[in-house]
């Protein structure tokens, strides 16, 4: 990889780098939800303009979680907790109404829900919805991937998913409640869903927009193991009231930590894929080794990311084909760094 440029420290200040999105030029969008603003670079990386700020208003937003373009070429800042698009153009202009609120697909109305991630591309837009509902001592966790169309309307579920919580013995179990979130899905240029659904397994699923699964992509992998601390750190700390008074949820965490830890797909079809040793089993030079598939699912090779953050903690977004963006603040203050990808 060769650094294209970098910014933060003193000539601007990130307060967060939530999502990364780039347009035809070149330019990049980066949505920075503790401000409630995106900043706009130039792809050399001088800063443009900064557009969209918090309120409840046209063109506003609070508590932002993804950053999209939406099939009308305008910008999606998905609020979490409202359950809506905000729709701004390129400078920040409101653009019509929120593209709708998000409803709990497949459940009574009844309980409380959000949408905590959103995408889209290549025509297929998906949210990631979740929600709680509850009938007498049975607590009921909700989530599905869901396809909604341009208007806002759903017109297919991909995945979804109930846990169910005994209120008179709470048990937060982690294999029970897990559903692919935080990087373990994302759409490909022309409009199919990948998902890393199985959390102890190697296997991405791939969906046609209408949702028809078409392909499986699976190797031999056995999962980072989880040391008693890593462990012990499942979960918070978390007391509920069951109507009899107040109990602490007993938290049950797996022993090896999920096999894929994040998917993306390039423009040019190819898969990367980061697994839990891609950021574990690597020396202190490499901040992450990602395995490469071509677009038809075969393995490539494994690419090393040379870069001297936390791979853990620090977030890396794809752009296009030959461009990555790497947040860090292994420097004290949070900064935003571009590199040209160079695979043979």
């Known amino acids: 990889m060769t650094q294209m440029w970098s910014a933060g420290s003193n000539d601007l200040l990130f307060g967060s780098v939530d999502q990364v999105v780039t347009d035809e030029d070149g330019n990049i969008y980066l949505l920075d939800s503790q401000f409630n603003e995106i900043k706009v670079l130039a792809r050399g990386g001088e ?189 918070e700390e978390l007391f509920i009231n069951n109507g009899n008074g107040r109990v602490q949820v007993q938290n049950v965490p797996e022993d090896l930590e999920p096999c894929i830890v994040s998917i993306d797909v390039l423009d040019d079809g190819t898969l990367w894929v980061l697994n839990s040793r891609g950021v574990r089993e690597i020396s202190d030079e490499i901040f992450r080794s990602y395995d490469v598939f071509d677009a038809d699912g075969k393995f490539q090779a494994q690419v090393a990311v040379p870069f001297p953050g936390d791979g853990q903690k620090d977030r890396l977004f794809f752009l296009g084909d030959d461009r990555i963006i790497i947040a860090s603040d292994h420097s004290g203050e949070l900064e935003v760094f571009c590199y040209r990808i160079e695979t043979q």
């Open 47 to 235: 800063l443009q303009r900064m557009i969209g700020r918090k309120g409840d208003g046209p063109g506003e937003f609070r508590f932002a979680t993804d950053l999209m373009w939406l099939p009308d070429k305008n910008l999606g800042v998905l609020q979490s907790m409202m359950g809506k698009i905000v729709r701004i153009n390129i400078d920040g202009v409101p653009v019509g109404n929120p593209v709708g609120t998000f409803p709990l697909v497949g459940q009574q109305a009844s309980g409380f829900s959000n949408v905590t991630e959103g995408m889209s591309r290549g025509g297929t837009m998906v949210f990631l919805q979740t929600g709680l509902t509850r009938d007498g001592y049975m607590a009921k966790n909700h989530s599905n991937l869901t396809g909604f169309n341009a208007e806002g309307k759903p017109v297919v579920t991909f995945l979804e998913h109930i846990s169910v919580m005994d209120l008179g013995r709470p048990q937060q179990v982690e294999k029970d409640r897990d559903f692919p979130s935080g990087g373990r899905w994302t759409i490909g240029p022309h409009g199919r869903l990948f998902v890393a659904n199985h959390r102890n397994q190697y296997r991405i699923t791939v969906f046609d927009p209408q949702g028809n699964l078409v392909l499986n992509i699976e190797r031999d992998f056995e999962s980072w193991p989880r040391s008693e601390a890593e462990k012990q750190a499942f979960g």
